[in-house]
């Protein structure tokens, strides 16, 4: 996708145009533009500024590249209000399509696996703002937690809470353990989830001051909780969750925005 930057809103303005060009598939944006045409339908809005591919557009770059509302109305020849509307719209929209934990796990029992892991989506925070700092990390964020198959697709991303929030109080708050422990599902989780409960499988602490037999366990343990990284490097191939300029209260709309997207087939 080609995005022009000299437009009837930007001529006459300080820009050097560019060829830039969005690394999504063009199903996904038509797929996201026909959930755009579901919405403008059942709301009986007959005419926008952007078409429904443009706003699906608009939206795709926001998260993919993490440029600006001024950037993106100078891209698409609109307002930079114009394009925060668009692009606010179009969470909405793809956050209602986001599955719920009980959703997530449906089809789901006993002798089945996941994996279980929290990550720090960073922040731009000053240090007083104690509750965004992580000690683990080093650096101001929100907490998010993902259940993945042990292919490493993800099937599950929480909401985002202040990046203080220990991983197994946020697995806890989220309803991550007892949903885990209802349905008899094994979890492979890292040490931050010990006493958890009975379905979870943590490694021991010290294992090399310990039998051979605790050894092979973490190593087996560490093997098969490695592809769930995967879940998190394709929530991290949007930008702007590497850094999130935004409100922090607005990350768990994002998060869960580029869920459905991956759901759509994305690769990431």
Known sequence: MVIPLITPATEGALLVPYPATLDVSHELVEHVAWLLHEHRRARSIRWRKLGCFQQALLTLVHLRKNETFSQLGAGFGISQATAWRYVDETLDVL???APSLHEALTGLGEGDHVIVDGTLIPTDRIHADEPYYSQKHKKHGMNVQVIARLDGTPLWFSRA?????????????????QAC????ILVLADRAYQGAGATFRTPYYHHREQPEHYQRFNRDHVRLRVPGERAFAQLKSWRLLRRARCSTLRISTIVQAVHTLLTCGYPG
């Open 161 to 177: 809470t202040p990046g203080r929030t220990h991983d197994l109080t946020a697995a806890r708050a989220h309803g991550i353990v």
């Open 95 to 97: 956050v209602s399509w």
């Open 181 to 184: 422990l209802t349905r008899q």
